[in-house]
Each structure stands twice: as C-alpha cells, then as structure tokens.
C-alpha cells in the first residue's frame, strides 16, 4: 500500500490478508404472522417485530440495517447476522396515523410500502419489493389491548386462565414477543389470536409492583402486557379474593330502583335528543370545513401542476440569448482592485490620490521610497508583519487591509512576494502543527485570521486573471445571466427583492400572484441608438423602476453596466398616440393607498397593471427634465400602440399627475409592491378571519425552490465542472494552483501529517472556498455589471453548495436542515468526487512545477502589470500601520541578527524622521 510517497507491504505470511468478497445476496425473507412464520416482510409503525433473512455472505456487512420508506421518508432498523446465511432483523418504527390503514384496522388490506437493506452501500439490495420474488412490506396497525371490563378495573382470579382480549394481536408479532405480569410474577402465555390473548396466572395472588418497580405490601397486583421493547400497556388489577355476596333487595328496594331506573330513561332520552341536535350541526359544521378543504386541495394542486410544467421548461433559448453579445469582463487593474478593496469605489491605489502637506510633499515622496526598499527586504517585512499580528488590537479588518496594501506594492515583484508568501504560510503551518490540534489543523486557512491568508487570496487573483478570461470566465457569466433571467421570468417584490423564483428561501414570495407576461417597445432618446424600439419582455406586475431597468438590460446589452444611464436619471413615458405621452412612476396621485394596522397607511407602487397597459405597447426612454410638450420624435412610431389604450387612468399630457419625490415624507406612509408586510396585522374581516386564513399553506411554495434548481442546474454544473477539471484542450492548467497545492503536499509531507483530509481541507481553503467561492458570490468583481439583491441570494446558495461539496463528511440532514442544504443534498456527492478527483488528477497526473519554470512565470506577470497601480498611497497606509506600531517594532529589528548587519533599525528611524513623524529618541 502507498501512503503518499510511503510503501507499506503486508505480511501473507502472518495471515495478514485482504480479502475481496462479493456483495451480500438475500434469497428469502420471513416474518410471523397470525402465529406461524410467513413468507415476505411485515411489522406495524411501533415496530421491533423480528424478521428472518436468509441468504450468503450476509455477516461481512458491519452494520446492516433493514429500510421502509413512508410518505416519501426512510425508517430503518437494526438486524444482527447471526452468520453468513442468517440474519435476523427488527421491523423499524414509524409515526403512521390510525387513518392510513384502508379499512380502518387495516385487518384484510396492511399499507404496503417499498424496502429494502442498507449493507455498506450494496445498490441490489435498496429497495427489495421491485424484486419479483418479494413482495412489498406489509404495515399492520399496532396491537389494541383491552382494559378488563370489570367494575373498578379489578378482575377476580376464577379460573385457571386469564383472558385478556384486544385486537390485531398477532399480525405482526408472535407469542413469544408477549409478556404478562402480575404485579411481581408472571402469567405464562399458552396461545395467541387476531383478538384474544391467554395466559396462566401463578397459583397465588403476587405481590404487587409500585410505580419504581419495588415489591408494595397490600395492594392488588397491576396486570401489564409488554410486546418486545416497545409497547407496554396496563389493563387493570387481579385480584385473587373472593367477590363480594350479592346483597339480597327488599321489594321496597326493588321498586325504588325501578323509579329511578325510569327517572333516568326519561333523562337519556332527552339527552339522546339534544345530542343528535347537536351532532347535526357539527356535521353541518363539519361539511363547510370538508368545502374549504376541497378548495385548499384544488389550490394546491394546481400550484404543485404549475411548478411540475415550469420544471420542463426549454432552456434553449435562454442559452441562445446568453450566447449574443460579448461579456463584460473588467480590466485586469479593476478586477484586481475589486477583490483586494471591495468596500471602495475608487480606491487611492487607483486614482494616486494622496492627501499630503504641499510644504512636507518631498520630504514624504522620499521617506516613502526609503520605506519602499525596507519593504523589498524580506527581514523587514517579515519582521514587521510579525509585530502587527502581535498585537492583541490588530484586528480582521486590519489584518485585510494590509495584506491587500501589501500586494498591491509586491505586485510589481512576485517572485519576491510569492517567497514572502510561502514564507508566512510555512510558519503558520507550523503553528498550527505545533498546538496538537486535528480540528485546527482543518481550519487552516479557512478565515482571514492572518495576513498570509489574505495575501494567498490576493496572489491567486492575480495569478489567475488569464484562467478567468480565457476559460472559467464565460461559465461564470452564462451561471450569473442565467439565474438573472431566471429571476425575471416571475414576479420580483422592488422593494423586498423577493421572488417568485429562487434558490433563497429568504428571499422566496410565499403567495400566489396574478402576473401576466407582456411584449412592450421602448426606445431610447439618445444619438447612440438613433430612437430605435427595442422588444422588451416584462410582466404587468412590474414596477416602473423594474420595467426602465428590463429595457436598459436590452437596449444597453452590449454596453458595460458602469457606462449605462441609471434609472433614476431617466423617465419612462407611455406613447397612446399621436398626442397621449403619459409619464409612469412608481409613484404618483394614482397610487393606491389602503390602511392597515397600527395606522400605518400603505401605498402600494405603480406598476403596468395599474395603468392598464396592454401588451404591445409604446415606451420612451427620456432623461430627467425633458420637455415633453417640445419632444416629438417618436411620435410616428408609436401609433401601434394606440388599439391596445383601451382603459387607463385619465392622464394626458397636458394634465400629468403630480409625481412625488424623494422629498415625500408624509408620516405613517410605507410604501410595498408585491408583498406587503405583516399581513396578519390587518383588521379581523366580519366573520372574524382574518386575510391569512384565506391564503394557501407557505411550505407548498418551496417547490419553486426545486423549479429554479432544476433550471438553473445545467449551468451550475458547467461552472463546477470547469473549475473542478485539469484538462482544458488548448489553453494550459494554471501553473500556480499546480505549485500552490505541491507546496501543500510537501509541508504535509514534512511535517509527517498521515491523515489525508487535512490536506485535503488545506487545498478546498485555499482555492475553492478563499478564491471560487469568491467570485461565484460576487461576479461583478470579474463583469462590468450590476448585482441585485434577489441575484445575490441565488449566488450564495450555489457557493453555499460548492462548500459543502469540498466538505470530507457526508452530508447530513434532518427536517431541521436549512433548505439551501436540503435543495443540493442530492448532488452533494456527485460534487464531493468531482473534488477528490481534481486534487488526485492535480497531484498524480500533471507534471511538476519546478522553481525556475515558475519563477519565469512571476517574472512576466510583474513585467505585464508594473504600472497598473499607484503604490505611494499603499505605501503612506502602510507607514501609518508601522509608525502605530514603532515601538515593538524597533525593540524587534534591535533584537534580530540579521536585522542589526542590515542596518535596519537606522534606516526606519531614517524614514521616521523624513515623514516628520515625533517618536522617543
């Protein structure tokens, strides 16, 4: 066996063997019923009955289980091989209600459900009743032991045997799965039938048994019926006394008996009456619910039929249109400045902005440079880096910083930078191998905790730039529009950013809405696009805000996000006619408002619905401002659109509604689109529902969840697979996740680490998890284009996925898993083996990266990006860091051999002085 580069050879001398068997076999199955061993498999939902397997090889599975599956869940039970032929098993338990049995006892008609075993993974053995020679799993109803119907629950000992009568008794079970007590004896059981149990009491009475299991003096012994482990009844007392004599009526007894016999005939008849008064009108009652069922139930079946037809739905021409076009990729210097500084729209190391005192300005440029050089020497940074990070108050966000002003300054020397880098990463490792710890071993590099986690983030973005253009980009793009589109095929709340289809439950609308899809025209007053129309897709349930940003996607489709107009700096006017332009805005003096609860007064925003807009209509795209009565271009063109104005608001030109601004800050006024919030708060209607009763059950809405998988699942595997493969045919595997993940290897190898999932977990977090899941979550660091907040809940639930693909456990879930595990739960181990398959195809089958090869490519990526950042404002950050820290670092540099040679502490102390920063002599 080889362990790495390790060879271990097994002694067969020793009887040190490995021995390679088949795949257990099951032949029969039987299991007790109406007392005799029956062919085929059959328990009830309390389960434990025993059930024989015969078959081969049947002891070579550590922990074989037997499986049913009911309402679209799995029960298992424990079996014990009692050889290689032989196995016994116990029928599982399951929560089954009574109503589920066809005749109600479920006597003549079980539930009959698919099983099977779960031996290590055996796939024959799944699911055992699509197997002609076995029937399905027969469910009976549990046992029903009768109380005695004795006065007082007390049964006098008369005869020999003892009775105790029930239902279903042994369907399932046999008689030696029964146990009888009296008090502290046992009553031994003769026979067993569908209804009726006997058994021998002892001679005499026993002693009774108290509730804590000790013998209680005086009283009548307790009857309990046990069946196996798990079922355990208490049916009454027996008591071995002789009953009491009759007591012999006189006649004046006898005749007050009867009278009262007769009073009491007279109240149950009355009573008999004014119960079926009022059993009628709890039918009565009870028909109006059974309606509102059959109401709820043709509801939902019809969404779970819609969803069922949006999952076939033909992703063609989707591809088609994601095909148009070229991708918005950002330049290498913008991309690279999205990822080190995210939180920055133009940040100083690309603009060279630097707020500086004119009089000190030649001093700083000097002292800068000087701090330059003490950076390029590899003592000094290290040096300086170990002191920020020792510090208890160097927090995450500093720890970010740094290291991205630090890459920005290296970039212009990677070879350098990458030694710093391995550098830091090695004493990490070391660290972390040194505190005895598997589990923090695995969260190497998992969080920004230190300065080299962030540069190894930086130094792959840098690196892989040319890998994303040429390759990982465009699947990247085609994941991001297709979930986009997606998105925009339904209702999307403007404000909530919900949406009918989603992979977020958080961000899912719960309830129906009434859309209809619509085919618009809208041009753009510009002289890029000469006045053209442009068909543009929306939905009649669309905001005004939500219908100019579908015609920009479409009239802007070739052009960069941050080159197009904003929607807010454009108006939207609806041509019906030769003279009708109606401006639309979200909202304005047609808005509807409606009170609800609190005295909140709601608007809601305007949308095509509300102006009854027609499919077909005309629209201008105008800049704010625009005189309307002056523009008439257009104007020809848009008398098509004049047949589909049949009922709008009365709005022309010449009386526009006012429109209401930012400014609109009326008190108690909120504004909603779609879903409005807090729906239970409104006012009880006359019958004292509520609007909520009336809606369907929110959990059937989480199949749009599944719907947009399903769709969106083609592209999500193409991203993973891209990412996730070593052979790309013309274009070369990154030679720097090759050298990174050898560099892992060998310290794992130096350090003597046999457990192959550390390694494993140091590979997924330093490039899936620190680098893909990244840019999946946030692609417009790599595109020129705009993130919604409904888009970016989708992104993370497949980044999401994409951890738990890089996991080295199984995947493991309950009724309790958040969803976004439970949608991908199937594919996880598809995605797991694509992983391991990478890592090994990384390790064993692509060529070593040698030293001098690599070092020629750092070189060329420091030559193509010299320039591409300002590294005076880097610097000037990165001297405030140290001046903060000034005095541990001298006390470091005076302490260090190599420092002192270097004359480093002098020449600190020089840039200090040159920037004019007071420090102790």
């Known amino acids: 066996m080889m362990f790495d580069n390790g060879r271990r050879t097994i002694d067969e001398a020793n009887g040190q063997q490995f021995e390679y068997l088949h795949d257990p076999d099951v032949s029969a199955v039987d299991s007790f019923g109406s007392g005799q061993l029956m062919q085929g498999a059959r328990g009830t939902p309390s389960g434990g009955s025993f059930i024989y397997v015969d078959g081969t090889l049947l002891n070579t ?55 099977g075993f779960r031996m290590d993974g055996v796939g024959s053995l799944k699911n055992l009743s699509r197997m002609p020679r076995f029937k399905k799993f027969e469910l009976f109803p549990d046992p029903i032991i009768y109380n005695f119907s004795d006065p007082s629950g007390v049964k006098y000992h008369k005869s020999e045997y003892l009775f105790i009568d029930g239902e279903n008794l042994n369907h399932a079970y046999r008689m030696e799965d029964y146990t009888v007590e009296i008090g502290m004896g046992v009553c031994n059981i003769t026979s067993l039938s569908r209804k009726q149990l006997t058994c021998r009491p ?32 208490s049916i009454g007392s027996l008591s071995y006394d002789s009953p009491i004599a009759p007591f012999v009526f006189s006649t004046e007894i006898i005749v007050g008996i009867a009278v009262g016999a007769g009073i009491l005939v007279l109240v149950l008849i009355a009573f008999f009456i004014a119960y079926r008064r009022k059993a009628t009108e709890s039918n009565r009652v009870l028909k109006t619910m059974q309606e509102q069922i059959d109401v709820l139930e043709l509801q939902v079946a019809s969404e779970c039929k819609e969803a069922f037809a949006e999952l076939q739905t033909d992703i063609t021409d989707w591809t088609e249109a994601l095909n148009t076009g070229g991708i918005p990729f950002r330049d290498y210097r913008w991309y690279v ?75 212009s020397d990677m070879v350098y930078c990458t030694d710093i880098l391995k550098t830091l990463l090695t004493e990490l490792i070391e660290k972390a191998v040194d505190s005895k710890s598997n589990p923090n071993l695995k969260l190497l590099m998992r969080r920004n905790e230190s300065v080299a986690e962030k540069m190894l983030s930086a130094w792959l973005t840098f690196l892989l730039y040319p890998f994303l253009k040429e390759v990982a980009g465009r699947p990247l793009y085609l994941l991001y529009r297709a979930v986009q589109m997606q998105i925009e095929m339904g209702p999307v709340d403007s404000l909530t950013s919900e949406a009918k289809y989603s992979l977020s439950e958080e961000k899912l609308i719960r ?7 619509m085919l618009i025209y809208v041009s753009c ?45 454009l108006d939207l006017e609806w041509r019906t006619g030769q003279a009708g332009r109606t401006p639309l805005q979200d909202e304005d003096q047609t808005s509807v408002t409606e009170s609800g609860g609190g005295g909140v007064t709601w608007r809601r925003l305007n949308t095509l619905q509300h102006y009854h807009v027609n499919d077909g209509a005309a629209f201008v795209l105008l800049p704010k401002h625009t005189n309307f009565y002056n523009l008439t271009i257009m104007s020809d063109k ?21 429109v209401r601004g930012d400014a609109d800050a009326e008190h108690g006024i909120k504004s909603w689109h779609l879903v409005r919030p807090h729906d239970s708060a409104d006012p009880p209607s006359r019958d004292g529902t509520t609007k909520r009763n009336n809606k369907l059950v929110t959990e059937i809405y989480l199949t749009r ?38 560099f892992l290897d060998d310290q794992a190898l130096h350090h003597e680490i046999q457990d192959p999932e550390v390694v494993h977990t140091w590979k997924s977090n330093s490039l899936p998890l620190r680098f893909w899941v990244n840019l999946i979550k946030n692609p417009n660091f790599v595109f020129n284009i705009h993130k919604s907040n409904s888009v970016d809940s989708c992104l993370s639930v497949i980044a999401q996925a994409l951890m738990e693909s890089c996991s080295t456990t199984d995947l493991k879930l309950s009724k309790d898993s958040p969803s976004s595990k439970l949608l991908f739960a199937k594919d996880i181990t598809g995605y797991q083996q694509w992983v391991r398959q990478y890592y090994d195809d990384i390790k ?44 541990p670092l001298m006390a470091a540099l005076n302490a260090d051999e190599f420092s002192e040679r270097a004359r480093l502490p002098s020449r600190v102390l020089q840039v200090v002085h040159l920037m004019n920063a007071e420090i102790r002599p």
């Open 61 to 115: 599975v550590a922990d074989p289980q037997m499986v049913f599956v009911y309402n679209g869940r799995e029960y298992a039970g424990d079996c014990d091989a009692l050889s290689d032929i032989r196995m016994q098993c116990r029928s599982p338990a399951a929560k089954v209600a009574s109503a589920a049995f066809p005749d109600g006892r479920g006597v003549d008609r079980p539930v009959e459900l698919e099983w």
């Open 202 to 233: 002892p001679d005499s009475e026993p002693i009774a048994k108290g509730a804590d299991g000790r013998p209680r003096m005086g009283s009548i012994p307790e009857v309990r019926v046990s069946i196996t482990d798990r079922l355990n009844v």
């Open 337 to 411: 400045a999205k990822v080190l500084f995210p939180n920055s729209e133009s940040h100083p190391t690309m603009t060279g902005e630097m707020t500086v005192d004119p009089a000190r300005k030649h001093n700083i440029e000097n002292g800068l440079k000087l701090f330059q050089q003490l950076l390029l020497n590899k003592t000094f940074l290290l040096t300086f880096i170990r002191t920020l990070e020792s510090n208890r108050y160097f927090g995450m966000r500093d720890r970010v910083n740094v290291a991205s002003l630090l890459m920005a300054v290296l970039q």
């Open 511 to 517: 309830q129906k809405i009434d859309y209809k899809k």
């Open 525 to 569: 007053v510009d002289p890029e696009h000469n006045t053209q129309e442009y068909p543009v897709k929306v939905l009649d349930c669309d905001s005004i805000t939500q219908i100019k940003e579908k015609a920009l996607d479409v009239i802007y489709r070739n052009t960069a996000f941050s080159r197009r107009p904003r929607p807010d700096n």
């Open 638 to 658: 848009s008398d098509k659109s004049l047949q589909s104005h049949k009922s709008s608001p009365g709005i022309s030109r010449g009386a526009s509604p006012f």
């Open 705 to 742: 969840l599944l719907t947009t998988k399903t769709t969106l699942k083609k592209f999500i595997d193409e991203m993973f697979e891209t990412i996730l493969r070593t052979n790309f045919g013309n274009y070369a595997f990154p030679q720097a996740i090759k050298y990174l993940f050898d």
């Open 844 to 887: 064993y089958h692509l060529p070593e990266v040698t030293e001098l090869d690599f070092n020629h490519i750092l070189v060329e990526e420091s030559k193509a990006h010299k320039h591409d950042f300002h590294t005076r404002p880097a610097l000037l950050e990165l001297f405030t860091y140290a001046k903060k820290h000034i005095d």
